[in-house]
């Protein structure tokens, strides 16, 4: 027999198939290599007719689990799978729990065949990145295990960015630079390594998380991501994260606990700005609280004074080493020394931690009893006299009040027993105590916190503080059907429910001298309840004045909704070079408009004037507390107080003070009380009990329902305008662009005629536009950064948080702009214009369509994105330079409110105020040809422009 007609075996061995655990297929293949074959490598399920030829030599076990390495076994465990979730009804789609099963299904397999076999030889078969053909060659599944970790780094943007790393033979690999395969990672060439179930699970986690869209904001990111990974693995922040600084003189606190049942242990601690520290003082300490880290300078002077105070409390404390200090429970009481230390440590206002959890100590037989009674009122405030007891022993209300405030419940009686304030108690009086001001057995409190108390005692007790008349129309409202007060003759619109609601809601609360801030979702209609209120006080008081002060870019809106819907009330806007305060007065005008800017400017003239109403927009303009805006606020001389904001709270829960104690004067005594009883506690520690607390007391002064809740009163879509102004540098720019093209065109003009001169005419007005939206789109360079849309575009964007949101623009060079400063805002975004591949606006699309989908803001030409496009998942539009062409625009809105949508949409058409943007809009109302004739498009709006048009146009 010839050569060439020789048989020639094969030689068998296992082949790792490595892309197949995406496919949930079997990974391990038998491969059959013949020599001088002109096949030579040809590959073969696992079945046992390979399993018994060729690999014999397996031991019982490892033979087992390869026959198990075939599709048909993976496609059994599949439907077993299938079977299971149809059982549990878990509520994970059944894609993604075959995904997360079959794969720990073939990560167990895998895994258990390399302990059973040692020697376990292998090829791989995987593509060639850059040929795209399959290879197959020799490689090695190691049995040590990879240790994942992570590290942080920044990038020039400034951003924070998240780097896994696998330690394996103790080297480190980035992510990058290997290739992993769900739990199976091929470290360097040939050479694969099985990842553990949490680690692989880990990373999918952080793939599916998209840590990048947090990179600009470090709370965030430490928040969501870093803690959660720090949770089961290590990461090295690698000081990329500002640290917050915190000094200052610290609080002191001792914490009392128990040793057995013979010893009581005494702890110091300081608190420094709400962070508690204890043990050996060292200069500087570090603790994370929910994603920020605090850095404490710690007060040696100040702690160390403390622990000598604590060391001459008793004469064995100075034996002791000062980082706690013990007692037996009988020299503790020996001739009352417990208690008097007790007093005298409260005295001091030291915070005394613990007592409640003090298991051996007496506690008080007795229950508290308390007896509260109205002493008398002074105008907004009540004079309570309050006792509370156990047994025979009645409470001093500054020791109670400072209890309280330190967050315990329990109290050291004379006895030496322990009375404990039960959460009954708690609920009834706590508020009251805690917001009081004390004066021996009196306490003050503003009378409106009556609304907030339980229905009880307490609040019994506080309702003469309030008429019964008024208390009758209050439960009244609360009636859904019942009318309280009909809307007022002169306001021309008819009430949504929810908005009549909210107009009674203001008047009522106005009778008893209390303020309001209405806090719906945008698009509610805050402005028109807002306006029935003030003519509901014109009703009542025709000579009252009232104030409107708002952001600069909205005193045109208010003006123009005024004249809208009251149109028989004369109102003037106090802004700029407007600002004469005797005409206003002269003219017998009713409203006055004006701009924070303007009041912190003029308040020596304006807080002299009593003003019926005094509504402020945007009320979160106020949240600073030190700002001079907040200041001059707080001066208006106003009988009624009204703040509208749809986000009152903007960075932290801080931000409502200023604006409550504008509403509620005294209600919420100084700003360090606030902070420390409601600020600190929720927004570092979560205190689910003092959200709830800061919840109740605040729920009758503010008034929010978001758009889900009134749905069924919503139109399907409202579009607005969001007036913007410029600044004096924009402002510059643009007279100067425009009177050179206004000579320019008139010159054209003279000499050719308008038809021949429609195109200059049309580019001229692209650039004004140009210029509203950013000098920085034009291709001359201007001195200045100002672009008043941007600015207002991104307090949108901030302010909508969750909500997301279209952005259209005409211009490429705009949406880079924006998506600019969505990137320092730490805003996620998807952007497409003419450029981008339609593949990939369709790739985009779809993540933005989908629920677990994060990102909130989708930046899209105008032209690219005008139809086409199923955008239903958001619910704002905001067009941020109109097109002239209506029908454009509507496209446009129409990507969101299409069918498939289920929530109110709301569109808002951006236009600088005194430009030629506003002119357009006069234009198209005085013409009223809207999308027949002067908006079809672009050039036929310039068709039909007459030389006195084109002269408005640029003058």
Same mark, same amino acid.
């Given at each position: ?410 109290? #050291?009686?004379?006895?030496?027993? !322990? ?135 909205? !005193? ?16 003037? !806007? ?32 304006? &807080? ?127 007279? &100067? ?59 949108? #964007? ?122 357009? !809009? ?34």
């Amino acid at each position: 027999m010839s050569n060439t007609q020789q048989r020639i075996i094969p030689v068998a061995t296992l082949v790792l198939c490595p892309e197949e655990i995406f496919n949930h297929n079997s990974v391990l293949n038998s491969l059959h290599i013949r020599s001088g074959s002109s096949v030579p490598f040809e590959m073969f399920p696992l079945d046992e007719f390979q399993i018994e030829r060729y690999f014999s030599k397996f031991s019982k076990e490892a033979k087992e689990t390869l026959a198990r390495f075939n599709d048909a076994d993976i496609a059994f465990e599949a439907g077993q799978l299938k079977k299971r979730h149809a059982r549990e009804k878990s509520g994970m789609p059944l894609e993604k729990f075959l995904d997360k099963t079959l794969v720990r299904y073939l990560h167990e397999l895998l895994h258990t065949l390399l302990h059973q076999h040692e020697d376990l030889r292998l090829y791989h078969r995987v593509k060639n990145p850059k040929t795209g053909n399959y290879l197959v060659a020799r490689c090695d599944l190691h049995r040590e295990v990879p240790v994942l970790w992570f590290t942080m780094y920044k990038k020039e943007d400034g951003g924070i960015y998240v780097q896994p790393m696998l330690q394996c033979a103790g080297k480190d690999y980035k992510l990058e630079d290997i290739r992993r395969y769900k739990f199976l990672v091929e470290t360097e060439s040939g050479h694969y390594h099985l990842m553990k179930s949490a680690d692989y699970l880990a990373l999918d986690w952080l793939q599916a998380s998209q840590p990048e869209q947090f990179a600009q904001d470090q709370v965030l990111l430490s928040r969501r991501i870093v803690q959660k990974l720090e949770e089961t693995h290590k990461v090295d922040r690698n000081d990329c994260f500002e640290k917050k600084e915190i000094g200052g003189q610290p609080v002191n606190c001792l914490y009392l606990s128990e040793i057995s049942e013979t010893m009581i242990m005494f702890t110091p601690r300081w608190k420094y700005e709400g962070l508690t520290v204890e043990g050996e003082w060292k200069a500087i300490h570090e603790t994370n609280r929910n994603g920020e880290i605090y850095t404490i300078n710690r007060d040696a002077d100040a702690e160390n004074s403390f622990i000598q105070e604590l060391k001459a409390l008793h004469p064995n404390f100075a034996k002791q080493t000062g980082k706690f200090f013990y007692l037996t429970f009988a020299d503790a009481k020996k001739k009352q020394w417990f208690l008097k230390a007790y007093h005298k440590l409260l005295d001091q206002d030291v915070e005394i931690i613990g007592l409640e959890m003090l298991r051996h100590f007496r506690y008080s037989p007795f229950a508290a009893e308390t007896v509260m009674s109205i002493t008398r009122q002074e105008e907004e405030f009540v004079v309570l006299q309050l006792k509370v007891s156990f047994g025979k022993e009645t409470l001093a209300l500054n020791e109670l009040q400072k209890l309280l405030l330190s967050g315990h419940n329990s109290i #050291l009686l004379k006895d030496n027993s !322990i009375g404990i304030l039960q959460d009954e108690w708690i609920e009834q009086y706590a508020a009251i105590v805690k917001h009081g001001k004390i004066a021996k057995q009196e306490i003050t409190v503003a009378k409106w916190i009556m609304l907030s108390l339980k229905e009880g005692e307490a609040q019994e007790v506080m309702k003469p503080a309030i008429s019964e008349a008024w208390l009758a129309k209050w439960a009244l409202w609360q009636d859904e059907q019942a009318v309280v007060y009909p809307v007022p003759d002169i306001v021309q619109a008819t009430l949504r429910p929810y908005q009549h609601k909210g107009f009674e809601w203001m008047a009522l609360l106005s009778e008893i001298g209390a303020g309001a801030c209405l806090a719906d979702d945008m698009g509610l209609g805050k402005t028109l309840q807002t306006l029935s209120f003030i003519a509901w006080k014109h009703l009542q008081e025709p000579a009252a004045r009232h104030i409107i002060v708002c952001p600069a870019s909205l !005193i045109y809106n208010w003006k123009q909704e005024l004249e809208k819907f009251i149109p028989g009330m004369k109102a003037t !806007i106090y802004n700029g070079l407007q600002r004469n305060l005797d005409q206003f007065f002269k003219d017998e005008a009713t409203v006055l408009i004006c701009s924070y800017g303007t009041l912190r400017s003029d308040i020596e003239q304006l &807080k002299i004037y009593p003003w019926s109403v005094a509504v402020i927009d945007e009320s979160q303009n106020i949240k600073n507390v030190q700002a001079q805006i907040t200041r001059a606020v707080g001066q208006l001389n106003t009988s009624a107080r009204i703040a509208l904001s749809g986000t009152p709270v903007m960075n932290n829960t801080f931000d409502l003070y200023a604006q409550l104690n504008f509403l509620l004067p005294g209600m919420f005594g100084g700003q360090e009380f606030f902070r420390k009883e409601y600020a600190n506690p929720i927004d570092r520690d979560g205190d689910v009990d003092k959200i709830k607390a800061l919840q109740q007391i605040t729920a009758p002064f503010v008034l929010r329902r978001t758009k889900e809740q009134v749905a069924t009163d919503l139109p399907a879509k409202t579009e607005s305008v969001l007036w913007c102004e410029m600044g004096e540098e924009q402002m510059m720019v643009y007279n &100067k662009i425009k009177h050179q093209i206004r000579d320019s065109i008139f010159l054209d003009i003279k000499a050719g005629g308008l038809e021949r001169n429609k195109l200059n005419i049309l580019q001229g007005i692209l650039k004004l536009r140009q210029v509203c939206g950013s000098p920085a789109l034009l291709p001359e360079k201007e001195n200045t950064e100002e672009a008043v849309k941007i600015d207002i575009l991104m307090e949108e #964007l901030v302010r909508l948080k969750q909500n997301k949101a279209l952005v259209f623009s005409q211009f490429k060079g705009m949406l880079h702009l924006i998506a600019d400063r969505c990137r320092k805002a730490g805003i996620s975004y998807y952007h497409f214009d003419g450029d981008t591949p339609v593949a990939e606006r369709a790739e985009m699309v779809a993540k933005f369509q989908s629920e677990e989908d994060k990102t909130t803001v989708f930046l899209i030409s105008l032209k690219s994105g005008n139809a086409g496009l199923n955008l239903t998942a958001a619910d704002y539009v905001f067009l941020v330079d109109p097109w002239w062409n209506t029908a454009v625009q509507q496209q446009a809105i129409d990507r969101t409110h299409r069918i498939g949508q289920t929530k109110s949409v709301f569109a808002y058409k951006m236009i600088c105020k005194d430009t030629i943007e506003e002119k357009i !809009i006069a234009l198209q109302e005085k013409k009223q040809m809207l999308s027949d004739e002067l908006i079809s498009a672009e050039d036929g709006f310039v068709k039909n422009l007459s030389e006195d048009d084109v002269a408005y146009l640029f003058a």
